[in-house]
């Protein structure tokens, strides 16, 4: 229990996700989903509405009751215990709730809670660390500011702060960008690629804006009818013939300049 | 525990904090406050009432009564007369208001926190219904007024208390877990038989009519030191729970997945604060009777000085709820001395107008 902040750097874990499959009462969502991400990578998980993104998110961290098997540098998650697990990984909703009447650097302090007694108040090392967090997001001069006050930006990050403040080896984004206008959405996304490159964090997260997905992870896993269909790098994902056969839509992957670049085509008449 | 929570980020480069009123910032002031406002309501509790008491004598005759063990002599104390009423009816009153007011208070804040609801209060889950059945049922039927040194009425009214929260927690579990809204459903549908029963045997039983309104309506004027004593226990260990709870149910406010993804287990915390919650409750029902608004309005007041964190909100709850109830039975025995007001209906009349007068002036500062 000595007051060290941990070395700057913390390295991601490798995270495997084995035979997973999950559903909702007799309906099946997900179906031996196989996944594997290395240490310091962007994997983001694609497919269209109710194709179980968020499902998979959720039973990665086990939320969602499931089969199969999700690990942890090696370690199944199965058996660790909820703080053990709190400690490796971070989630972030996609519609945080965000507490009502408490200031931004209450909220993130939040983020401790894993790594102190649940009893016990916030130490040195806490705050240090969530003043650090706060800081590398901008979030200093909003410390004390109620966190309903901030705009829907800032209160990404907070979440976004809250979730880095457990110092965790492997980061869950569910839809990040869900309710941010695009520079907003690229702010975030530049945001999380810089922790990523910084921290070796790892990263998993849906992403309903295919374009931003294949310009920022470096792997994408197109889900669909609760199976993946497709795995690899955004380009071998990213097919129009794909698009066509999982989303039903008409689109066109153009090259852009960070990657591939998906384009609606209208229909004629 | 609450200094580290003013000084959470000193360590920030001051930033504008504009829209921060000024005791959250010191949550530490405003507990200490709270503080002192319950013990000078206290004092004010013993001084006030149909036979006034000199403050200089009452205090002087308490120290004399605090310090005689060590052989300290204190003059100056009260007459003979004044000083049986001081200690034989107006200390335990006075004490055990501010225990009720107290635990009412905290156990509101407690549901209203692990509900996410600002309309819950420590009643919600059918601990009123319940313990108005179970006080109507032995004002009318029982033969005896007493099982040892407690009355009967105290005991069926916290047994039926807990009958009441534990159907509804039975029947949340059963149809559908712990889930805020399910159980929020149960606790209603609980409430709702009770008192359906309540109303039957009151019904029933006309004559009985005064005592059981009496009952229902709260009530004081009975308080002896056995009540204090019996109830201390309870209070004290649900109250310590709750306030050690504090800090989990600030996780609590992310949401479940969250909290869970925090290391927390909601389900188990959801159930730890509503059984000792309930407990309060009941314990304070029981020696009282159903004292509204205390539980409802009095975290909202706290709210108003501390902000929404939980940890900080409850101690400043238990305190200001003490203060409050021990100031309204004040009023409720002096106004209309010597005969007195039913403290509930004191409560909200008193309780009512401070809220919206808090709601008014918070309204004008933004």
């Given at each position: 229990?000595?007051?060290?902040?941990?070395?700057?750097?913390?390295?991601?874990?490798?995270?495997?996700?084995?035979?997973?499959?999950?559903?909702?009462?007799?309906?099946?969502?997900?179906?031996?989903?196989?996944?594997t991400v290395g240490p310091g990578g962007w994997l983001a998980v694609i497919g269209p509405n109710g194709s179980g993104k968020s499902t998979l998110l959720r039973s990665v961290l086990g939320f969602h009751r499931h089969e199969g098997q999700v690990r942890v540098d090696g370690v199944p998650t199965n058996g660790m215990p909820r703080r053990e697990r709190a400690r490796a990984m971070a989630y972030a909703p996609q519609i945080p709730v965000l507490p009502e009447g408490i200031t931004t650097s209450d909220y993130v302090t939040l983020g401790r809670t894993p790594h102190r007694p649940l009893l016990a108040a916030p130490r040195g090392?806490?705050?240090?660390?969530?003043?650090?967090?706060?800081?590398?997001?901008?979030?200093?001069?909003?410390?004390?500011?109620?966190?309903?006050?901030?705009?829907?930006?800032?209160?990404?990050?907070?979440?976004?702060?809250?979730?880095?403040?457990?110092?965790?080896?492997?980061?869950?984004?569910?839809?990040?960008?869900?309710?941010?206008?695009?520079?907003?959405?690229?702010?975030?996304?530049?945001?999380?690629?810089?922790?990523?490159?910084?921290?070796?964090?790892?990263?998993?997260?849906?992403?309903?804006?295919?374009?931003?997905?294949?310009?920022?992870?470096?792997?994408?896993?197109?889900?669909?009818?609760?199976?993946?269909?497709?795995?690899?790098?955004?380009?071998?994902?990213?097919?129009?013939?794909?698009?066509?056969?999982?989303?039903?839509?008409?689109?066109?992957?153009?090259?852009?300049?960070?990657?591939?670049?998906?384009?609606?085509?209208?229909?004629?008449? | 525990?609450?200094?580290?929570?003013?000084?959470?980020?000193?360590?920030?480069?001051?930033?504008?904090?504009?829209?921060?009123?000024?005791?959250?910032?010191?949550?530490?002031?405003?507990?200490?406050?709270?503080?002192?406002?319950?013990?000078?309501?206290?004092?004010?509790?013993?001084?006030?009432?149909?036979?006034?008491?000199?403050?200089?004598?009452?205090?002087?005759?308490?120290?004399?009564?605090?310090?005689?063990?060590?052989?300290?002599?204190?003059?100056?104390?009260?007459?003979?007369?004044?000083?049986?009423?001081?200690?034989?009816?107006?200390?335990?009153?006075?004490?055990?208001?501010?225990?009720?007011?107290?635990?009412?208070?905290?156990?509101?804040?407690?549901?209203?926190?692990?509900?996410?609801?600002?309309?819950?209060?420590?009643?919600?889950?059918?601990?009123?219904?319940?313990?108005?059945?179970?006080?109507?049922?032995?004002?009318?039927?029982?033969?005896?007024?007493?099982?040892?040194?407690?009355?009967?009425?105290?005991?069926?009214?916290?047994?039926?208390?807990?009958?009441?929260?534990?159907?509804?927690?039975?029947?949340?579990?059963?149809?559908?877990?712990?889930?805020?809204?399910?159980?929020?459903?149960?606790?209603?549908?609980?409430?709702?038989?009770?008192?359906?029963?309540?109303?039957?045997?009151?019904?029933?039983?006309?004559?009985?009519?005064?005592?059981?309104?009496?009952?229902?309506?709260?009530?004081?004027?009975?308080?002896?030191?056995?009540?204090?004593?019996?109830?201390?226990?309870?209070?004290?260990?649900?109250?310590?729970?709750?306030?050690?709870?504090?800090?989990?149910?600030?996780?609590?406010?992310?949401?479940?997945?969250?909290?869970?993804?925090?290391?927390?287990?909601?389900?188990?915390?959801?159930?730890?604060?509503?059984?000792?919650?309930?407990?309060?409750?009941?314990?304070?029902?029981?020696?009282?009777?159903?004292?509204?608004?205390?539980?409802?309005?009095?975290?909202?007041?706290?709210?108003?000085?501390?902000?929404?964190?939980?940890?900080?909100?409850?101690?400043?709850?238990?305190?200001?709820?003490?203060?409050?109830?021990?100031?309204?039975?004040?009023?409720?025995?002096?106004?209309?001395?010597?005969?007195?007001?039913?403290?509930?209906?004191?409560?909200?009349?008193?309780?009512?107008?401070?809220?919206?007068?808090?709601?008014?002036?918070?309204?004008?500062?933004?």
């Amino acid at each position: 229990m000595s007051a060290q902040t941990p070395p700057e750097g913390t390295t991601g874990a490798r995270v495997e996700v084995v035979g997973l499959s999950a559903g909702y009462g007799r309906r099946q969502v997900l179906d031996s989903v196989r996944l594997t991400v290395g240490p310091g990578g962007w994997l983001a998980v694609i497919g269209p509405n109710g194709s179980g993104k968020s499902t998979l998110l959720r039973s990665v961290l086990g939320f969602h009751r499931h089969e199969g098997q999700v690990r942890v540098d090696g370690v199944p998650t199965n058996g660790m215990p909820r703080r053990e697990r709190a400690r490796a990984m971070a989630y972030a909703p996609q519609i945080p709730v965000l507490p009502e009447g408490i200031t931004t650097s209450d909220y993130v302090t939040l983020g401790r809670t894993p790594h102190r007694p649940l009893l016990a108040a916030p130490r040195g090392v806490d705050r240090r660390v969530v003043a650090d967090v706060m800081e590398r997001l901008g979030l200093g001069p909003m410390a004390k500011r109620p966190l309903a006050t901030l705009s829907g930006g800032e209160q990404q990050r907070a979440v976004l702060a809250r979730a880095l403040a457990q110092q965790p080896r492997v980061l869950l984004l569910d839809e990040p960008t869900a309710s941010l206008d695009l520079g907003h959405a690229q702010q975030v996304l530049d945001l999380v690629d810089l922790l990523r490159r910084q921290d070796g964090l790892t990263v998993v997260s849906t992403l309903h804006d295919l374009t931003l997905a294949g310009q920022y992870a470096d792997r994408l896993a197109l889900l669909s009818g609760g199976r993946v269909v497709a795995e690899g790098t955004p380009a071998e994902v990213l097919t129009a013939e794909a698009l066509s056969a999982h989303y039903g839509a008409r689109a066109q992957v153009v090259a852009g300049p960070g990657g591939p670049a998906v384009l609606p085509v209208r229909s004629v008449g | 525990m609450t200094a580290t929570a003013g000084s959470g980020t000193r360590s920030q480069p001051g930033g504008p904090a504009p829209a921060t009123p000024r005791g959250r910032r010191r949550p530490g002031l405003v507990l200490a406050g709270s503080g002192v406002a319950l013990l000078l309501a206290l004092l004010v509790g013993v001084w006030v009432g149909a036979l006034p008491l000199a403050p200089g004598a009452v205090v002087a005759t308490l120290l004399d009564h605090l310090l005689g063990p060590l052989g300290i002599d204190v003059p100056g104390g009260l007459s003979g007369t004044e000083e049986a009423v001081l200690l034989k009816l107006r200390l335990p009153r006075v004490l055990l208001a501010a225990l009720v007011g107290a635990a009412l208070a905290v156990a509101g804040a407690a549901y209203q926190g692990v509900f996410r609801n600002p309309l819950a209060d420590p009643y919600l889950l059918g601990a009123a219904a319940g313990a108005g059945l179970g006080a109507t049922l032995v004002i009318a039927y029982s033969p005896v007024q007493s099982l040892g040194p407690v009355g009967i009425v105290p005991l069926a009214a916290f047994a039926g208390a807990l009958l009441g929260v534990g159907s509804a927690l039975l029947l949340g579990a059963v149809t559908g877990g712990s889930h805020g809204p399910t159980l929020l459903l149960a606790g209603i549908a609980v409430a709702a038989f009770l008192s359906a029963g309540q109303t039957l045997v009151q019904q029933k039983n006309t004559d009985d009519l005064r005592e059981i309104y009496g009952w229902l309506l709260g009530q004081l004027g009975k308080a002896q030191w056995s009540d204090v004593l019996v109830v201390l226990p309870y209070l004290g260990v649900s109250c310590l729970v709750l306030l050690l709870c504090g800090r989990a149910l600030d996780v609590l406010a992310v949401g479940d997945d969250e909290a869970s993804s925090l290391g927390v287990h909601p389900g188990r915390l959801r159930l730890l604060v509503i059984v000792a919650a309930s407990l309060a409750t009941a314990s304070a029902v029981a020696v009282s009777g159903l004292i509204g608004f205390v539980g409802l309005v009095v975290p909202h007041i706290a709210r108003r000085f501390v902000g929404g964190s939980n940890a900080r909100l409850l101690p400043v709850s238990l305190l200001v709820g003490g203060a409050f109830l021990v100031l309204t039975d004040v009023v409720a025995r002096v106004v209309v001395a010597p005969a007195e007001l039913p403290i509930g209906v004191v409560t909200a009349f008193i309780g009512a107008p401070f809220f919206a007068g808090l709601l008014w002036f918070g309204a004008r500062r933004r």
